[in-house]
């Protein structure tokens, strides 16, 4: 079987071996043919954290080829999207079925590829917040990975949706998203106060997020791209929005693994239903993964990077 495992000489830290063993799958598990699967941006430091014959790919959709042996989840035939923690850029996998949502005809193993990472942590972040209808939400690096979700599921929600871009060419954007507001810069002292602020960016941008805060408001503190540390006192709480007794959740989404099928299914309906676009800004054969790596890195791509495989 062929798949991708990291090797040090490899472009990208990568080499596409063909002696793979097939999975044996659990009796939970059902073996998926890989038909496309994501990039995110965290792998790229996985693959420099396990730099010799660790097998990565979390983001995967595919074709149910072995129905699960306890006669749980999907059956054979049945196109699928799966939440992996690792061996996803592969022909085949075996995937716990509390990890699958099977895909309705009118969503693309494109489009369900490029869901999982990204949309469960935008989908999940969005819940610390509670009920938003009708509350204001900040979506901070809205139109990254992660933000570009957020801000279609918060709009989708009944939220009033600000969008925080890093500049004037990403604006137009996130207006197509579905904002109602976007900014480049959190200085202007006419937005907030926010319900809810959902935070990918970090560095400086966490502690000026937290100061536009509403008191007792939550702020979902997802990522930090940038790698910058982010200094925060208890000052920053009483800022303009004077958010007093608001809550800064560090914020991990695949917990709890056991709905992680569930909130897939959900996501999967938003997208058939018209609600949820995934943006993918380029799509290439699998044995292309090494120079998709490379545009990712350059930034010569807007949106998701999604491979095909087969």
């Known amino acids: ?14 080499r596409l071996a063909d002696d793979l063993p097939e999975p044996v799958p659990a009796a939970d598990e059902a073996v998926v043919a890989v038909r496309a699967y994501a990039l995110n941006s965290d792998e790229r430091n996985l693959i420099a954290r396990r730099p010799d014959g660790w097998r990565p790919g979390q983001d995967v959709s595919g074709l149910v080829v072995r129905a699960a042996a306890d006669g749980t989840g999907p059956a054979v035939g049945a196109r699928v999207v799966c939440y992996l923690d690792w061996e996803g850029w592969a022909e085949r996998i075996a995937v716990p ?16 590829a490029a869901l999982p990472i990204a949309g469960i942590t935008a989908l999940r972040a969005l819940r610390v917040g509670g ?19 957020a801000v279609q599921l918060a709009v989708a929600a009944g939220a009033t949706v600000t969008a925080l871009v890093s500049g004037p060419a990403r604006v137009e954007e996130a207006r197509a998203l579905g904002a109602h507001r976007v900014v480049t810069t959190l200085d ?6 926010f319900h809810l602020v959902l935070e990918g960016v970090g560095g400086p941008v966490l502690p000026q997020a937290i100061r536009r805060v509403a008191a007792g408001g939550h702020i979902a503190w997802y990522g930090n791209p940038s790698r910058r540390g982010a200094e925060i006192t208890l000052a920053d709480f009483f800022g303009y929005a004077q958010g007093w007794n608001a809550h800064l959740v560090g914020f991990i989404s695949p917990v709890p693994e056991e709905t992680l099928g569930e ?34 890195e350059d930034r010569s791509a807007r949106g998701k990077f999604v491979l095909t495989v087969g």
């Open 97 to 112: 079925v509390r990890r699958i949502a099977v895909l309705p005809d009118n969503v693309s193993f494109e489009q369900a």
């Open 188 to 193: 202007g002292d006419t937005l907030g106060p």
């Open 263 to 296: 909130d897939l299914a959900i996501l999967v309906a938003l997208v058939s239903d018209g609600r949820l676009r995934p943006l993918i800004g380029l799509v290439r054969d699998w044995t292309e993964t090494a120079t998709a790596f490379a545009a990712f």
């Open 131 to 149: 009920a938003v209808l009708g509350r204001q939400v900040l979506v901070t690096g809205a139109t990254g990975g992660v933000g570009q979700f």
């Open 1 to 14: 079987m062929r798949g991708f495992i990291t090797d040090p000489a490899g472009a990208a830290g990568l």
